[in-house]
């Protein structure tokens, strides 16, 4: 089902992008070689390596996934994968289940919303397919009465943590959720004794995205050996969602 048909921005080696729910198998498998180029290939994550060249997991079949596709060239080139509240009670759990214990979060569960695996193609990083995709997210909390977009930021520890420790030092007090829905990581990542100034911060785009459109980060991060990173568990009432993505692409009421 296609949500929005958008021109792209300004560079003129874009033709148009296209946003659309995955409905086919080979849908979902180019999403998922996507996800292996950028998150498996480009990382050098070789315990992660197949032969399928895929990145993909139990969650996959269960949920929504959004793309982007460059109309010129065919290619997928942007997707995020969205859970939603049925879905997850069909599976169990959501996927930050596995890095987070979200008790405090269970009045809620019927209208959260679960995004991941975000992954845009490196020619293609020039905003307006993240913009899209932001888009697309709203547009489908909306269709589907979520009131809560949940998810996982990840900082990659290849410094050994210290952008990771800056970063949640910097955290204010307005960018952190209220203390009734604080969560807690099933393997936290030691803070403690990394020598990281707040001043030294670099934040990574996903999650400045999340921090502009009003999301809050919602306790200390967890460590995920896999993905060598360490995770920001991240809640976005659609009532904070900023204002500017459904004005510059249509999808507000």
């Not at 990394?194 to 911060?201: G, K």
Request: hydrophobic share 40%.
């Amino acid at each position: 089902m296609r949500l929005l048909t958008i021109p792209a921005d300004a560079n003129p080696s874009f033709s148009k992008l296209s946003l659309s729910l995955a409905t086919t198998p080979e849908e979902i498998r180019e999403v998922q070689r996507l996800r292996y180029k950028v998150f498996i290939e480009s990382m050098g994550l070789s315990a992660l390596a197949n032969a399928e060249g895929l990145d993909q997991d139990e969650f996959d079949d269960h949920c929504d996934h959004l793309l982007v596709r460059d109309s010129k060239t065919l290619k997928v080139v942007g997707t995020y994968r969205i859970l939603g509240p049925n879905a997850a009670r069909t599976i169990g759990r959501y996927y930050s289940e596995t890095e987070f214990d979200l008790s405090r979060l269970a009045n809620l569960r019927s209208g959260i919303a679960e995004a991941g695996r975000a992954c845009i193609h490196p020619d293609y990083r020039s905003g307006a397919v993240i913009m899209m995709l932001w888009a697309g997210i709203a547009a489908y909390m909306r269709r589907e009465r979520c009131s809560h977009l949940i998810g996982c930021a990840s900082i990659s520890l290849t410094d050994g943590g210290a952008n990771a420790a800056a970063i949640y030092r910097s955290l204010t007090e307005k960018e952190m959720c209220p203390l009734e829905y604080r969560v807690s990581p099933l393997l936290p990542f030691p803070l403690e004794g990394i020598d990281a100034q707040a001043s030294d911060a670099r934040i990574p785009p996903l999650l400045k995205g999340y921090l502009r459109a009003g999301a809050w980060i919602c306790g200390e991060p967890a460590w995920d050996p896999d993905f060598h990173s360490a995770d920001l568990f991240v809640m976005l009432p659609l009532a904070n969602l900023d204002a500017r993505y459904a004005r510059h692409y249509g999808t507000g009421e």
